[in-house]
Nanobody, 125 residues
Framework: VQLQASGGGLVQAGGSLMLSCAASGRTFSWNAMGWFRQAPGKEREFVAAISWSGGNRYYPDSVKGRFTISRDNAKSTMYLQMNSLKPEDTAVYYC???????????????????WGQGTLVTVSS
């Protein structure tokens, strides 16, 4: 599975962005996926995860109510809608996928084996 993240950019605090993660290669549908982020000088942080069916979604408290993860298996694409952005959301955002067949989402980055190249989100105050 190859993952390509896009949609990052510069936005003012309070604004919105939608990130996309397009998958190609081996089957997309039969695995859980997630978004992680890493700010300069900080460790990788869990942002959102979604099951294969889309029925289970996890968020940390830091983004709950502001971010929404979704997926369109027919288009082999995952999304992250980010609203009410804050300067502390500034980071490189990575999309990731678990092994095909592992349909349950995970909040741990070590459970994901396929990673996109990252897209930079900068939120100005």
């Amino acid at each position: 599975v190859q993952l390509q993240a896009s949609g990052g950019g510069l936005v003012q605090a309070g604004g919105s962005l939608m990130l996309s993660c397009a998958a190609s290669g081996r089957t997309f549908s039969w695995n859980a996926m997630g978004w992680f982020r890493q700010a300069p000088g900080k460790e990788r942080e869990f942002v959102a995860a979604i099951s294969w069916s889309g029925g289970n979604r996890y968020y940390p408290d830091s983004v709950k109510g502001r971010f929404t993860i979704s997926r369109d298996n027919a288009k082999s694409t995952m999304y992250l809608q980010m609203n009410s952005l804050k300067p502390e959301d500034t980071a490189v955002y990575y999309c990731a996928a678990r092994y095909p067949g592992l349909v349950a989402p995970s909040t741990s980055w070590s459970e994901y084996v396929y990673w996109g190249q990252g897209t930079l989100v900068t939120v100005s105050s």
